[in-house]
Protein backbone atom coordinates (compact mmCIF):
# COMPACT_ATOMS: atom_id res chain seq x y z
CA UNK A 1 0.00 0.00 0.00
CA UNK A 2 1.42 3.88 -0.27
CA UNK A 3 3.90 2.26 -3.27
CA UNK A 4 6.46 1.37 -0.44
CA UNK A 5 9.15 -0.94 -1.68
CA UNK A 6 11.42 -2.69 0.34
CA UNK A 7 13.97 -5.16 -0.91
CA UNK A 8 15.86 -8.16 0.48
CA UNK A 9 19.38 -8.97 -0.20
CA UNK A 10 19.58 -11.91 1.96
CA UNK A 11 16.50 -14.63 1.27
CA UNK A 12 14.31 -12.27 3.37
CA UNK A 13 15.86 -12.42 6.64
CA UNK A 14 16.45 -9.26 6.35
CA UNK A 15 14.28 -5.93 4.30
CA UNK A 16 15.57 -2.22 3.35
CA UNK A 17 12.94 0.81 2.76
CA UNK A 18 13.70 1.85 -0.32
CA UNK A 19 10.80 4.19 -0.98
CA UNK A 20 9.10 4.09 -4.18
CA UNK A 21 11.38 5.24 -7.96
CA UNK A 22 8.70 7.62 -8.58
CA UNK A 23 7.83 9.93 -5.22
CA UNK A 24 8.87 10.26 -1.57
CA UNK A 25 6.27 7.81 0.49
CA UNK A 26 3.46 10.97 1.17
CA UNK A 27 0.63 8.30 1.02
CA UNK A 28 0.08 8.90 -2.60
CA UNK A 29 2.47 7.47 -4.00
CA UNK A 30 1.37 8.41 -7.42
CA UNK A 31 0.97 4.51 -9.07
CA UNK A 32 -1.13 1.87 -8.54
CA UNK A 33 -2.49 1.32 -5.34
CA UNK A 34 -0.90 -2.56 -5.34
CA UNK A 35 2.34 -2.18 -7.12
CA UNK A 36 3.02 -3.61 -10.58
CA UNK A 37 6.63 -4.97 -10.60
CA UNK A 38 7.97 -7.42 -13.50
CA UNK A 39 11.38 -8.96 -13.35
CA UNK A 40 13.89 -10.82 -15.86
CA UNK A 41 14.00 -14.47 -15.39
CA UNK A 42 17.65 -14.25 -16.79
CA UNK A 43 18.94 -11.37 -15.24
CA UNK A 44 17.29 -10.82 -11.34
CA UNK A 45 18.64 -7.51 -10.87
CA UNK A 46 16.85 -5.98 -13.61
CA UNK A 47 13.27 -4.79 -12.18
CA UNK A 48 10.23 -2.85 -13.79
CA UNK A 49 7.84 -0.70 -12.16
CA UNK A 50 5.12 1.16 -13.36
CA UNK A 51 3.59 4.79 -11.82
CA UNK A 52 1.71 7.84 -13.23
CA UNK A 53 5.09 9.39 -13.85
CA UNK A 54 5.84 6.20 -16.62
CA UNK A 55 8.21 2.81 -16.50
CA UNK A 56 10.97 3.38 -13.87
CA UNK A 57 13.99 0.54 -14.87
CA UNK A 58 16.51 -0.86 -12.07
CA UNK A 59 19.32 -2.41 -13.26
CA UNK A 60 20.42 -3.44 -9.35
CA UNK A 61 17.58 -4.60 -7.81
CA UNK A 62 15.73 -1.62 -6.60
CA UNK A 63 18.45 1.05 -5.37
CA UNK A 64 18.69 3.15 -8.11
CA UNK A 65 16.01 3.52 -10.76
CA UNK A 66 15.21 5.85 -14.42
CA UNK A 67 12.81 6.78 -15.80
CA UNK A 68 11.94 5.39 -19.20
CA UNK A 69 8.27 5.95 -20.66
CA UNK A 70 5.99 9.49 -20.93
CA UNK A 71 3.30 8.93 -18.54
CA UNK A 72 0.11 8.58 -21.40
CA UNK A 73 0.07 4.79 -19.97
CA UNK A 74 -3.84 5.60 -18.69
CA UNK A 75 -5.59 4.87 -16.08
CA UNK A 76 -4.54 4.60 -12.75
CA UNK A 77 -4.56 1.11 -11.16
CA UNK A 78 -5.31 -0.80 -13.78
CA UNK A 79 -1.07 -0.67 -15.35
CA UNK A 80 0.62 -3.32 -16.09
CA UNK A 81 4.64 -3.71 -17.05
CA UNK A 82 5.75 -7.18 -18.40
CA UNK A 83 9.13 -8.68 -19.72
CA UNK A 84 9.50 -11.17 -21.59
CA UNK A 85 9.63 -14.43 -19.96
CA UNK A 86 11.32 -15.89 -23.24
CA UNK A 87 13.59 -12.83 -23.74
CA UNK A 88 14.24 -9.81 -21.40
CA UNK A 89 14.51 -7.99 -24.34
CA UNK A 90 10.96 -7.70 -25.13
CA UNK A 91 9.17 -5.21 -22.66
CA UNK A 92 5.46 -4.32 -22.19
CA UNK A 93 4.10 -1.76 -20.60
CA UNK A 94 0.24 -0.41 -20.97
CA UNK A 95 -2.60 0.65 -18.50
CA UNK A 96 -5.53 1.72 -20.78
CA UNK A 97 -6.66 1.56 -24.97
CA UNK A 98 -8.22 3.40 -26.80
CA UNK A 99 -7.92 6.29 -29.29
CA UNK A 100 -5.11 8.21 -26.78
CA UNK A 101 -3.80 5.22 -24.37
CA UNK A 102 -1.34 3.49 -25.64
CA UNK A 103 0.35 0.27 -25.30
CA UNK A 104 4.24 0.51 -25.31
CA UNK A 105 6.66 -2.17 -26.31
CA UNK A 106 10.55 -1.71 -25.72
CA UNK A 107 12.81 -4.27 -28.22
CA UNK A 108 16.11 -3.30 -26.31
CA UNK A 109 15.72 -4.46 -22.79
CA UNK A 110 13.33 -1.31 -21.58
CA UNK A 111 15.95 1.54 -22.19
CA UNK A 112 13.45 2.67 -24.47
CA UNK A 113 9.57 2.03 -25.30
CA UNK A 114 7.44 2.62 -28.38
CA UNK A 115 3.60 2.79 -28.54
CA UNK A 116 2.44 0.12 -30.36
CA UNK A 117 0.90 0.96 -33.48
CA UNK A 118 -1.49 -1.38 -34.06
CA UNK A 119 -3.85 -1.86 -30.84
CA UNK A 120 -5.83 -3.89 -30.78
CA UNK A 121 -9.25 -2.75 -31.97
CA UNK A 122 -12.67 -2.01 -31.47
CA UNK A 123 -11.29 -1.83 -27.48
CA UNK A 124 -11.36 1.08 -25.43
CA UNK A 125 -11.20 -0.54 -21.97
CA UNK A 126 -8.23 -0.74 -18.97
CA UNK A 127 -5.72 -3.25 -19.52
CA UNK A 128 -6.09 -5.70 -16.06
CA UNK A 129 -2.74 -7.53 -17.06
CA UNK A 130 -0.21 -8.50 -19.62
CA UNK A 131 1.42 -11.66 -19.61
CA UNK A 132 4.09 -12.91 -21.87
CA UNK A 133 4.57 -16.55 -23.74
CA UNK A 134 7.28 -18.75 -21.99
CA UNK A 135 9.15 -19.87 -24.65
CA UNK A 136 7.86 -17.70 -28.01
CA UNK A 137 9.48 -14.26 -27.16
CA UNK A 138 7.09 -12.58 -29.91
CA UNK A 139 3.78 -13.85 -27.88
CA UNK A 140 2.09 -11.51 -25.40
CA UNK A 141 -1.56 -11.66 -23.93
CA UNK A 142 -3.20 -8.77 -22.99
CA UNK A 143 -6.38 -8.95 -20.61
CA UNK A 144 -9.11 -6.58 -20.37
CA UNK A 145 -11.96 -5.72 -17.86
CA UNK A 146 -14.44 -4.06 -19.82
CA UNK A 147 -17.90 -5.29 -19.95
CA UNK A 148 -19.54 -6.55 -23.10
CA UNK A 149 -15.98 -6.78 -25.22
CA UNK A 150 -13.21 -9.41 -25.04
CA UNK A 151 -11.01 -10.05 -22.70
CA UNK A 152 -7.84 -12.14 -23.71
CA UNK A 153 -5.98 -11.00 -27.19
CA UNK A 154 -3.11 -12.34 -28.54
CA UNK A 155 -0.41 -11.18 -30.78
CA UNK A 156 2.62 -13.96 -31.72
CA UNK A 157 4.42 -11.03 -33.59
CA UNK A 158 4.99 -8.18 -31.27
CA UNK A 159 2.03 -6.66 -31.78
CA UNK A 160 1.77 -6.08 -35.81
CA UNK A 161 -1.53 -8.24 -35.31
CA UNK A 162 -4.18 -9.46 -33.09
CA UNK A 163 -6.01 -12.10 -32.16
CA UNK A 164 -9.37 -11.96 -29.41
CA UNK A 165 -9.21 -15.31 -27.94
CA UNK A 166 -11.65 -14.94 -25.86
CA UNK A 167 -13.99 -17.57 -26.82
CA UNK A 168 -16.92 -15.20 -26.99
CA UNK A 169 -19.22 -14.88 -30.24
CA UNK A 170 -18.57 -11.35 -31.41
CA UNK A 171 -22.24 -10.51 -30.54
CA UNK A 172 -21.49 -10.85 -26.78
CA UNK A 173 -22.34 -8.29 -24.37
Excluded: C
Amino acid sequence: QYNALYRSLNGGADWTYIGTPWSPHNGTGGGPFINRLSASYQDADVVYAISDDGIHKSKDFGANWQLKVPPDIGGWSDRDVEVSMANPRFVWAGGFISGSGNLYLSKDWGNSFQAVANKPTGLSGSISGLYSHPTEDSTVYVLFSSFGRGKIFETKDLGATWTDISGFPASWG
